[in-house]
Protein backbone atom coordinates (compact mmCIF):
# COMPACT_ATOMS: atom_id res chain seq x y z
CA UNK A 1 0.00 0.00 0.00
CA UNK A 2 0.82 3.74 -0.51
CA UNK A 3 3.68 5.24 2.30
CA UNK A 4 4.75 7.99 3.25
CA UNK A 5 7.87 8.51 5.18
CA UNK A 6 9.22 11.65 6.59
CA UNK A 7 13.22 12.28 7.38
CA UNK A 8 14.48 13.39 9.89
CA UNK A 9 12.35 11.91 12.75
CA UNK A 10 13.93 14.25 14.99
CA UNK A 11 15.44 17.65 14.83
CA UNK A 12 17.25 20.06 17.35
CA UNK A 13 18.88 23.26 15.89
CA UNK A 14 19.68 26.66 17.58
CA UNK A 15 17.81 29.59 17.09
CA UNK A 16 18.40 31.27 14.12
CA UNK A 17 19.67 27.80 12.30
CA UNK A 18 17.53 26.81 9.33
CA UNK A 19 15.52 23.64 9.29
CA UNK A 20 14.41 21.07 6.46
CA UNK A 21 11.90 18.21 6.84
CA UNK A 22 11.39 15.40 3.38
CA UNK A 23 8.75 14.21 2.78
CA UNK A 24 8.65 10.95 0.56
CA UNK A 25 5.81 8.90 -1.26
CA UNK A 26 5.97 5.69 -2.42
CA UNK A 27 3.74 6.45 -4.77
CA UNK A 28 2.90 9.74 -6.94
CA UNK A 29 0.49 12.19 -5.24
CA UNK A 30 -2.72 14.42 -6.43
CA UNK A 31 -1.64 16.45 -3.73
CA UNK A 32 0.62 17.17 -0.70
CA UNK A 33 -0.87 18.95 2.39
CA UNK A 34 1.70 20.14 5.18
CA UNK A 35 0.55 20.39 9.32
CA UNK A 36 2.09 21.52 11.97
CA UNK A 37 1.28 19.99 15.71
CA UNK A 38 2.51 21.94 18.93
CA UNK A 39 3.54 20.12 21.40
CA UNK A 40 -0.13 18.44 23.17
CA UNK A 41 -2.02 20.66 20.49
CA UNK A 42 -4.16 19.34 17.12
CA UNK A 43 -2.33 19.14 14.02
CA UNK A 44 -3.04 22.71 12.19
CA UNK A 45 -3.01 22.97 8.37
CA UNK A 46 -0.27 24.75 6.84
CA UNK A 47 -0.73 24.63 3.08
CA UNK A 48 -1.58 22.47 0.02
CA UNK A 49 0.72 22.17 -3.11
CA UNK A 50 -0.19 20.28 -6.35
CA UNK A 51 1.72 20.94 -8.88
CA UNK A 52 4.65 19.25 -9.80
CA UNK A 53 7.29 21.42 -9.39
CA UNK A 54 5.64 23.90 -7.02
CA UNK A 55 6.69 26.26 -4.49
CA UNK A 56 4.96 28.21 -2.03
CA UNK A 57 6.47 30.79 0.82
CA UNK A 58 5.21 31.88 3.72
CA UNK A 59 7.03 34.12 5.64
CA UNK A 60 9.95 31.85 6.40
CA UNK A 61 8.29 28.66 5.30
CA UNK A 62 9.20 27.42 1.99
CA UNK A 63 7.52 24.12 0.61
CA UNK A 64 8.37 22.50 -2.54
CA UNK A 65 6.20 19.69 -4.35
CA UNK A 66 9.16 17.61 -6.85
CA UNK A 67 8.80 17.50 -10.54
CA UNK A 68 7.60 13.60 -9.94
CA UNK A 69 5.40 14.23 -7.48
CA UNK A 70 6.55 11.72 -4.99
CA UNK A 71 8.40 13.82 -2.83
CA UNK A 72 7.73 16.99 -0.90
CA UNK A 73 10.01 19.78 1.42
CA UNK A 74 9.64 22.16 4.23
CA UNK A 75 12.12 24.43 4.76
CA UNK A 76 12.37 26.58 7.60
CA UNK A 77 14.86 29.83 7.43
CA UNK A 78 16.08 31.29 10.66
CA UNK A 79 14.00 29.13 13.12
CA UNK A 80 12.35 30.64 16.43
CA UNK A 81 11.00 29.38 19.43
CA UNK A 82 7.86 29.56 17.87
CA UNK A 83 8.60 26.60 15.26
CA UNK A 84 8.81 24.03 18.07
CA UNK A 85 6.58 21.13 17.20
CA UNK A 86 5.75 18.29 14.69
CA UNK A 87 5.89 18.94 11.20
CA UNK A 88 3.85 16.03 8.98
CA UNK A 89 3.84 15.93 5.66
CA UNK A 90 0.21 14.19 4.14
CA UNK A 91 -0.82 12.95 0.33
CA UNK A 92 -3.49 11.66 -1.42
CA UNK A 93 -2.35 8.98 -3.76
CA UNK A 94 -3.48 5.46 -4.80
CA UNK A 95 -5.36 4.91 -2.40
CA UNK A 96 -7.90 7.72 -2.76
CA UNK A 97 -7.21 9.04 0.37
CA UNK A 98 -5.02 10.92 2.05
CA UNK A 99 -1.97 9.34 4.20
CA UNK A 100 0.15 11.57 6.95
CA UNK A 101 3.83 11.03 6.81
CA UNK A 102 5.19 9.80 10.65
CA UNK A 103 6.37 13.53 11.06
CA UNK A 104 9.27 15.16 12.00
CA UNK A 105 9.52 16.99 15.70
CA UNK A 106 11.55 20.29 15.79
CA UNK A 107 12.95 21.74 18.69
CA UNK A 108 14.53 25.20 19.08
CA UNK A 109 16.88 26.03 21.61
CA UNK A 110 17.11 29.42 22.40
CA UNK B 1 -9.95 27.46 15.33
CA UNK B 2 -13.18 25.73 13.31
CA UNK B 3 -16.03 24.72 15.86
CA UNK B 4 -14.89 21.12 16.40
CA UNK B 5 -15.35 19.38 20.06
CA UNK B 6 -14.51 16.11 21.38
CA UNK B 7 -15.72 14.20 23.73
CA UNK B 8 -14.12 13.06 26.50
CA UNK B 9 -10.69 14.66 26.30
CA UNK B 10 -9.19 12.39 28.63
CA UNK B 11 -10.30 8.77 29.70
CA UNK B 12 -8.98 5.69 31.35
CA UNK B 13 -10.67 2.19 30.63
CA UNK B 14 -10.47 -1.50 30.69
CA UNK B 15 -9.62 -4.36 28.83
CA UNK B 16 -12.93 -5.43 27.35
CA UNK B 17 -15.14 -2.65 28.06
CA UNK B 18 -17.30 -0.86 25.51
CA UNK B 19 -16.02 2.80 25.11
CA UNK B 20 -17.43 5.52 22.82
CA UNK B 21 -15.81 8.88 21.35
CA UNK B 22 -18.31 12.14 20.10
CA UNK B 23 -16.97 14.54 17.26
CA UNK B 24 -19.43 17.15 17.18
CA UNK B 25 -19.18 20.19 14.67
CA UNK B 26 -20.21 23.46 13.92
CA UNK B 27 -19.31 23.73 10.29
CA UNK B 28 -21.83 21.85 8.45
CA UNK B 29 -18.90 20.19 6.40
CA UNK B 30 -19.96 16.89 4.49
CA UNK B 31 -16.26 14.94 5.73
CA UNK B 32 -16.18 14.14 8.74
CA UNK B 33 -13.05 11.96 10.09
CA UNK B 34 -10.80 9.69 13.04
CA UNK B 35 -7.65 8.92 13.20
CA UNK B 36 -4.93 8.07 15.70
CA UNK B 37 -2.02 9.04 16.49
CA UNK B 38 0.84 7.00 17.92
CA UNK B 39 4.61 7.40 18.47
CA UNK B 40 6.40 6.86 15.22
CA UNK B 41 3.70 5.89 13.08
CA UNK B 42 1.96 9.54 12.87
CA UNK B 43 -1.77 9.94 12.14
CA UNK B 44 -3.19 7.13 11.23
CA UNK B 45 -6.74 7.10 9.46
CA UNK B 46 -9.54 4.71 11.41
CA UNK B 47 -13.12 5.55 9.53
CA UNK B 48 -14.58 8.48 7.53
CA UNK B 49 -17.70 9.91 6.79
CA UNK B 50 -18.70 11.40 3.44
CA UNK B 51 -22.13 12.09 4.38
CA UNK B 52 -24.97 11.20 7.15
CA UNK B 53 -25.56 7.19 7.16
CA UNK B 54 -22.22 7.08 4.38
CA UNK B 55 -18.74 5.86 6.14
CA UNK B 56 -15.89 3.93 4.63
CA UNK B 57 -12.98 2.11 6.05
CA UNK B 58 -10.11 3.75 6.82
CA UNK B 59 -6.52 2.17 6.73
CA UNK B 60 -6.78 0.76 11.14
CA UNK B 61 -10.26 -0.38 11.29
CA UNK B 62 -10.63 -2.95 12.86
CA UNK B 63 -11.43 -3.23 16.44
CA UNK B 64 -13.45 -0.04 15.58
CA UNK B 65 -17.04 1.45 14.42
CA UNK B 66 -18.66 4.56 13.71
CA UNK B 67 -21.77 6.00 13.36
CA UNK B 68 -22.99 8.82 12.18
CA UNK B 69 -26.98 10.12 12.21
CA UNK B 70 -26.57 14.03 11.58
CA UNK B 71 -24.41 15.83 9.95
CA UNK B 72 -22.92 17.51 13.14
CA UNK B 73 -22.06 14.49 14.77
CA UNK B 74 -19.55 11.20 14.27
CA UNK B 75 -19.29 8.46 17.02
CA UNK B 76 -16.23 6.38 17.12
CA UNK B 77 -17.14 2.95 19.19
CA UNK B 78 -14.41 0.55 20.47
CA UNK B 79 -16.99 -2.51 21.00
CA UNK B 80 -14.07 -4.17 23.18
CA UNK B 81 -11.08 -2.09 23.81
CA UNK B 82 -7.83 -3.64 24.10
CA UNK B 83 -4.41 -2.36 25.52
CA UNK B 84 -3.42 -1.65 21.69
CA UNK B 85 -6.15 0.70 21.19
CA UNK B 86 -3.98 3.06 24.16
CA UNK B 87 -3.80 6.00 21.98
CA UNK B 88 -5.07 9.64 21.15
CA UNK B 89 -7.62 10.00 18.68
CA UNK B 90 -8.76 12.79 16.32
CA UNK B 91 -11.82 13.97 14.82
CA UNK B 92 -11.12 16.37 11.40
CA UNK B 93 -13.52 17.59 9.48
CA UNK B 94 -13.41 18.79 5.89
CA UNK B 95 -15.77 20.35 3.13
CA UNK B 96 -14.37 18.81 -0.03
CA UNK B 97 -12.90 15.69 0.90
CA UNK B 98 -9.38 14.41 0.88
CA UNK B 99 -7.86 17.04 -1.49
CA UNK B 100 -9.37 19.81 0.51
CA UNK B 101 -7.82 21.29 4.31
CA UNK B 102 -8.68 19.20 7.18
CA UNK B 103 -9.44 20.99 10.50
CA UNK B 104 -8.61 18.66 13.62
CA UNK B 105 -10.39 18.83 16.83
CA UNK B 106 -8.55 19.04 20.30
CA UNK B 107 -8.26 15.03 20.50
CA UNK B 108 -9.22 12.61 22.96
CA UNK B 109 -6.43 10.54 25.22
CA UNK B 110 -8.03 7.22 25.77
CA UNK B 111 -5.70 4.91 28.04
CA UNK B 112 -6.65 1.17 27.61
CA UNK B 113 -5.42 -0.77 30.94
Known amino acids: GQQVMQIPQYQHVQEGEDFTTYCNSSTTLSNIQWYKQRPGGHPVFLIQLVKSGEVKKQKRLTFQFGEAKKNSSLHITATQTTDVGTYFCAGKGNTDKLIFGTGTRLQVFP | DAGITQSPRHKVTETGTPVTLRCHQT?????MYWYRQDPGHGLRLIHYSYGVKDTDKGEVSDGYSVSRSKTEDFLLTLESATSSQTSVYFCAIAQGGFTDTQYFGPGTRLTVL
Open chain 2, 27 to 31: ENHRY
